[in-house]
Each structure stands twice: as C-alpha cells, then as structure tokens.
C-alpha cells in the first residue's frame, strides 16, 4: 500500500516517468554495497521463493536487503530449513533458488539441479571460552566425535566428559564437515560404517547459532559451525592441524577445514526475471563486496 501511495504521489508531483521518478524519491537510502543498481534493473517486480541453508543467514539477508533496497517491487523470501530442504524443494519447484552449504551429491539423487557458488566459508571446531584446548588435529576430531576420545584430558585439556555438539542431519555444515573429518562414511549399500559414525550421545543443533549457544554454556562442549558467525566473545575457535582459522588463512589455502556456498537452480527451468536478477546482484562487484563485509571469501 505504501509503494502505491508514493506512486500516486510521484504522479501528482512528476506527471510523466512515473515509475522512474517514485524510484530515484524513495524515502529509505541505499545500504549496504554502497551501489545503488536501481538504473539497471528498475523494471523488476515479483517475489522470489528461496530456502535452505541456515548458515547462509548473516550474508543471505545481507544481500536480500541491498537488493530489495534497490529493488522496490520485488520481495525475495528466504526459508531457513537447511541445505537438504533447500535442494529438495528447488529440485521439486517449490523454491527458484537454493541455498547450500555443501555440494550436491552425484549418486544421481540431485540430478537435474546447477549449483553456482558465490562465497567461501570456513567451518570453525568451537569450544568453551574456560576450556584450555587451543588446538586439535584432524584425528584428535574424527576420535572426538566417532567417541574413541572422551575426556578433554586425551587432548591436553581438563579431566572432564567432552559433551558432543552437531547439526541436524540435513544441515549443509554436518555434510561438509563430516566429509572432510571422515565421519559417517557410507559403504557401497549406503549403510555408515559403525567405526565412522558420530557417537549416539551427540546433541544435535537445528542451526549455527545454536550450535554456538550451546558451546557457549557448557564449559566441557565441543561443536562446529560456520566461521562468518563466530562470536569469539562467546566462545572459541580451536587451530585446526595448527593453523588458526581467519580470511587469511582461508585466502592462502592453510586452513583446509572450509567450504563453499552454494546457489542451486533446477536445470533447464526458466527463472523469473527477479530471481535471475537477484542471481546477478549476488554475484556482481556489489555482491561480492557484501560477501566480504561478512567475513566471507568472495568467489570473484
């Protein structure tokens, strides 16, 4: 109702170029990028239907808000269910873009879908702020979780049970870090060896900010998360085969435990002109410039 009004008003104001004029007389102010494209893509309406990672949160509704911010008639809709739902749902043609934090798998369940990445994220192992631990190898990790180590004192830390912290199973970060870790791996029947398996008594978090929430009140926990959401005001990230983990780190290729994010379209659908434009948005200079504002590797 609001854009009719400030239509209506720019029509009494301007007479001719309506659209044009209401878009350069908008009360709110670019943000953000700091590149205004309205010039470019002025005439794009509609709404955009996303969904998937939970990772992607920060920098996803970062973007969403520079693009609708110079974008007045488009709405782009982003559900938080994780990678799994967000593949599953543009496979089906519920959602025109996905978003991912893992790749796609090639046993022929994810077929039919393109993926296009537009960051670089790490995966941060977090622990306790108290807990004297600074650093772990990747086995130290895969024995952590599979429970072959269970007392911090294992691992140079304080004589206590490590409470076990992970993500959902369709989380995107859950796939990327076991993956990397060893962890979960499947036979050729699609069954998980038991000697890879995450130990039963792990607490299973729906999202990243849980994950840190949970670490953070328990002086004895464990878990991982996307580096873009670390708060190391609430908790801390451990080396990883003694390389801290930072943009740097990330950029030279020292610091191996990361991934990418991912935004999957259905092969051989036509994507409105608003998605297809929100596709372009992330990816130009202005995108990637946001990318980075949040702590993420721009692709570009």
């Keep these: ?20 004029g209401c878009s350069g007389d908008t009360s709110s102010t670019s943000s953000g990028s700091g ?52 593949i599953k749902n543009t496979l089906s043609g519920m959602y025109e873009i996905g978003h991912s934090s893992r790749e796609l798998k090639t046993d022929g369940s994810e077929d039919g ?32 979780y599979t429970g072959k180590i269970t007392n911090w004192k294992e691992v140079g830390g304080n004589d206590a ?6 993500r959902e199973a369709s989380s995107g970060t859950r796939a990327a870090f076991t ?33 840190q929430t949970t670490v953070s009140s ?3 926990a464990i878990g991982y998360m996307s580096f873009s959401d670390v708060d190391d005001t ?22 191996k435990l990361k991934r990418e994010f991912l935004l999957v379209t259905k092969e051989g659908a036509e994507l409105s002109a608003a998605a297809q434009g929100f596709i372009d948005f992330i990816l130009s ?6 990318v980075a504002d949040n702590n993420l590797l721009p692709i570009k």
């Design 179 to 211: 993956e990397i870790i060893g962890l979960n791996k499947e036979d050729s029947d699609g069954n998980i060896d038991p000697d890879t398996q995450i130990a039963a008594n792990a607490t299973e978090c729906k999202d990243t900010g849980a994950v």
């Design 161 to 166: 049970i490590i409470t076990l912290v992970t």
């Design 234 to 255: 609430k908790v801390n990230a451990v080396e990883y085969e003694g390389v801290a983990i930072s943009n740097e780190t990330l950029k030279d290729g020292s610091y």
């Design 285 to 290: 200079d202005a995108g990637q410039g946001i």
């Design 35 to 86: 590149t205004d494209s309205t010039s470019s893509t002025q005439s794009l309406s509609g709404t955009v239907k996303t969904g998937g990672s939970t990772s992607v949160e920060k920098v996803m509704n970062a973007l969403i808000y520079q693009f609708q911010n110079d974008n007045r008639d488009v709405t782009v809709n982003y559900e938080m269910n994780g990678s799994g739902d967000g």
């Design 218 to 220: 328990n002086p004895n």
């Design 1 to 20: 109702m609001m854009k009719k009004l400030l239509a209506l008003t720019c029509a009494a104001c301007l007479g001719a170029a309506l659209l044009s």
């Design 113 to 144: 879908l393109t993926a296009t990445p537009y960051a670089i994220d790490g995966i941060a192992v977090v622990t306790h702020k108290d807990n004297p631990v600074k650093s772990l190898t990747q086995q130290q990790i895969f024995d952590i």
